[in-house]
């Protein structure tokens, strides 16, 4: 309403009356989030949520399907696990499990719709991983950008079937795709892991030749055997079992 020279005063919002204009059967414009522990809602011999069942994760072709029991009502509810990112161009996930702590987000309040995933939080279950050689303190502290996976392998894969792999035991696979090669020091560089291989291995078996043409060869001079030149050329990449052979 305005007063006097173009002046205007406002009355204080009425969250009643707001409630009341938008308000009408079946519509919550709120946007609900709840915390929740991945199970499929059965329950142990204690009357504790099972949290060892593992059917409450499934893995398909249109994503990952999480069972989750909603706190503190218990609610059960069957989430879409978003991931970090998901799609054709990009996928990125972490491994979900029974009994992990979850956030959900419920669009529009309505249990009837479908309640996405959308991250996993650390919990007296599932706590931050911690280095041992550093009095167990988190690896993670909040100075860097860290990418950490305890009991399982990271796995970088595209499509062309380049793939990374780092795993459990401290071995790490670099698997080119196709006619692809592994370069080191850039994408002109001329240093390659299996043409490096293949060198090494040809100068192992050439000094192998002459060290036996020396001892068993009735050589009993002082002079030193000749090692012969070793081949050189770009190996051929045969990706077996998740190991790279070179012939």
């Not at 009425?14 to 991945?38: C, K, N, Q, Y």
């Not at 060290?211 to 051929?236: E, M, R």
Request: proline content about 9%.
């Amino acid at each position: 309403m305005r007063r006097g020279f173009g002046t205007t005063r406002r009355s204080a919002i009425d969250p009643s009356r707001m409630a009341e204009a938008f308000s009408r059967p079946g519509i919550d414009p709120r946007l609900w989030v709840a915390h929740g522990t991945v199970s499929t809602g059965e329950m142990d011999a204690e009357g504790s949520i099972d949290v060892n069942d593992p059917l409450a994760v499934h893995v398909g072709p249109m994503g990952v399907d999480v069972d989750v029991v909603l706190h503190p009502a218990n609610i059960p509810v069957t989430c879409k696990y978003a991931g970090i990112q998901g799609g054709t161009s990009c996928t990125i996930f972490a491994p979900i499990h029974p009994g992990d702590l979850v956030l959900v987000v419920l669009p529009g309040g309505d249990l009837a719709g479908t309640p996405v995933i959308v991250a996993i939080l650390n919990s007296a279950s599932a706590k931050m991983l911690t280095d041992p050689d550093d009095g167990r303190k988190p690896f993670f502290q909040n100075d860097r950008l860290s990418v950490f996976a305890e009991n399982v392998p990271i796995d970088i894969r595209t499509r062309g079937g380049a793939r990374a792999l780092l795993q459990q035991d401290g071995n790490v696979i670099v698997i080119p795709g196709g006619s692809g090669i592994v370069k080191l020091g850039g994408d002109d560089a001329s240093l390659q892991p299996a043409a490096l291989a293949t060198t090494l291995k040809a100068h192992l078996d050439a000094l192998k030749t002459a060290f036996d043409s020396h001892v068993h060869g009735g050589v009993t001079s002082g002079t030193s055997p000749t090692l012969p030149p070793a081949p050189f050329f770009p190996p051929t990449p045969d990706v077996e079992a998740d190991k790279v052979k070179v012939k």
